[in-house]
C-alpha cells in the first residue's frame, strides 16, 4: 500500500494499549484490545507511567494505514487498521472520542494496539467505554483532519452578497482571492463533540477586524495581508492555523457541547472569504476524500490537479514566530498599518 510521495504524514498521538487497561468491569486487567474483545461499560485506567508516541500514518484503501517515517512507536512500513471509534466516559460525566489502530503482522495476525485520544486522558482517571463504532471510523477520522467553518459564517458572494454557509448550494459563485468568482462545487456538514481537538476556535468580533465572530476548526488556515511587516518576514502576506491564534482572551477554544461543521470544495484549493477574513477552503487529501459523494469521487479519479499541491504553502508560519506578543492583537495592527 505505497503512499505518494508528496503526500506529508498524518501525525497522530497516541497511547499503547497496554497502558490502557480494564480497571473494574468483565476485562478486568486486560489491556485495551480489538473492537471484537471490548465489553461496554468496562472502565479503562491510563497508567501513571505511560507514555505519548507518535504514529505517523498515510492513509489507504478501506480502513488501511502505513506507518512511514517520523512515527515514535510501531515501525516504518508496518501496517495498521483502523478498528474503530470509541466513546469514553470520564467520572464527571464528558465525553471524549478517540480511535483505535491495530498494528498487522506480516501474517495477518493481531499486533500492538493504539489509542488516539482526541482528548488527553488523565492518568489514574478511570473512563468508562460507552460507545464502539466500527462503521464510521474512517468517516470520523476524515472528518477530525478537515478544515471547517462553523453554522453562520458569512462567506462573500460575487457581487459581495454575504451568506451563510450553511444557506450555499452547490453551483452558487463564490469571490476567492486568486480567481475571482467561482462555483461551489459540493458543501460537506458534520455535528462533532466540541471537545479536545475537535472543539472550534472562536475568533471574536474585531481580533482580526472581522464584523463578526467567527467560528473555525483548530487547523483552519488563514490568510492575512500585513500592511506593515510587523512579523518580520520580509512579506506582506502570511498564512496561520486559527489554533496558533488562540490568545484565551478575544480568540478562544469553545469546549463543551456540540459543534456543527461545514466544509467548502472547489474544482482547486481557494482561498475565500470568511466573516471579510481569508480563509482556506478545503483541500482534498488522501484522508477527507471520504467525504465526498462517492459518485464525485469517481469522476474526481484518484488525482485531483487543483487540489495536489499546495501553492500558499511558502506563507505559512507557526505560533513560534510570535514569541511573547499576543497573536491577535501583533495581526490586527499590522493588517491595519
Known amino acids: 500500500m505505497p503512499a505518494p510521495s508528496h503526500a506529508d504524514p498524518h501525525q ?21 484490545s480489538g473492537a471484537a474483545d471490548l465489553v461496554l461499560d468496562d472502565q479503562y485506567t491510563l497508567a501513571k507511567d505511560a507514555a505519548i508516541g507518535v504514529l505517523a500514518v498515510h492513509p489507504g484503501p478501506d480502513n488501511r494505514f502505513e506507518v512511514t517515517h517520523g512515527a515514535s512507536v510501531s515501525h516504518e512500513g508496518a501496517l495498521l487498521t483502523l478498528e474503530a471509534r470509541l466513546c469514553l466516559m470520564s467520572p464527571m460525566g464528558m465525553m471524549m472520542d478517540a480511535l483505535l489502530f491495530i498494528e498487522q503482522s506480516s501474517s495477518g495476525a493481531q499486533g500492538a494496539v493504539f489509542l488516539h485520544p482526541f482528548t488527553p486522558l488523565m492518568p489514574g482517571v478511570p473512563y468508562a467505554l ?4 466500527q462503521r464510521n471510523a474512517r468517516l470520523f477520522f476524515a472528518q477530525s483532519g478537515t478544515v471547517s467553518l462553523g453554522r453562520g459564517t458569512l462567506i462573500t458572494r ?28 459540493w458543501i460537506g456538514q458534520q455535528t462533532l463533540r466540541a471537545t479536545g481537538d475537535l472543539a472550534p476556535v472562536l475568533i471574536s468580533a474585531d481580533a482580526l477586524n472581522n464584523q463578526n465572530d467567527l467560528m473555525l476548526s483548530k487547523d483552519q488556515s488563514l490568510f492575512i495581508y500585513q500592511r506593515d511587516d510587523h512579523l ?3 512579506r506582506a502576506e502570511v498564512i496561520i492555523k486559527a489554533e496558533h491564534l488562540v490568545d484565551g482572551e478575544t480568540i478562544t477554544r469553545q469546549e463543551g457541547g456540540f459543534v ?5 470544495v ?15 477552503t478545503m483541500r482534498i487529501t488522501r484522508r477527507n476524500r471520504t467525504l465526498l459523494p462517492a459518485k464525485m469521487s469517481r469522476r474526481w479519479g484518484p488525482a485531483i490537479p487543483g487540489h495536489s499541491d499546495r501553492p500558499h504553502a511558502a506563507f505559512e508560519i507557526a505560533d513560534a514566530r510570535f514569541g511573547k506578543a499576543n497573536p ?3 495581526l490586527r495592527r499590522a493588517s491595519r498599518g
Not at 12 to 31: K, P, T, W
Not at 163 to 184: A, C, K
Not at 266 to 280: L, M
Open 232 to 234: 518580520g518576514l520580509g
Open 266 to 280: 472547489f474544482d482547486n484549493h481557494q482561498i475565500i472569504f470568511a466573516e471579510g477574513i481569508a480563509v482556506e
Open 158 to 185: 460575487a457581487g459581495g452578497l454575504q451568506t451563510p454557509v450553511e444557506n450555499l448550494q452547490s453551483g452558487d459563485l463564490i469571490m476567492t482571492r486568486d480567481d475571482g468568482p467561482q462555483p461551489l462545487r
Open 260 to 264: 456543527e461543521y461545514f466544509q467548502l
Open 328 to 330: 491577535a492583537q501583533l
Open 12 to 32: 497522530l498521538a497516541v497511547i499503547r494499549g497496554d497502558d490502557f487497561c480494564v480497571s473494574q468491569g468483565a476485562n478486568q486487567g486486560d489491556g485495551l
Open 130 to 133: 460507552v460507545d464502539i463504532d
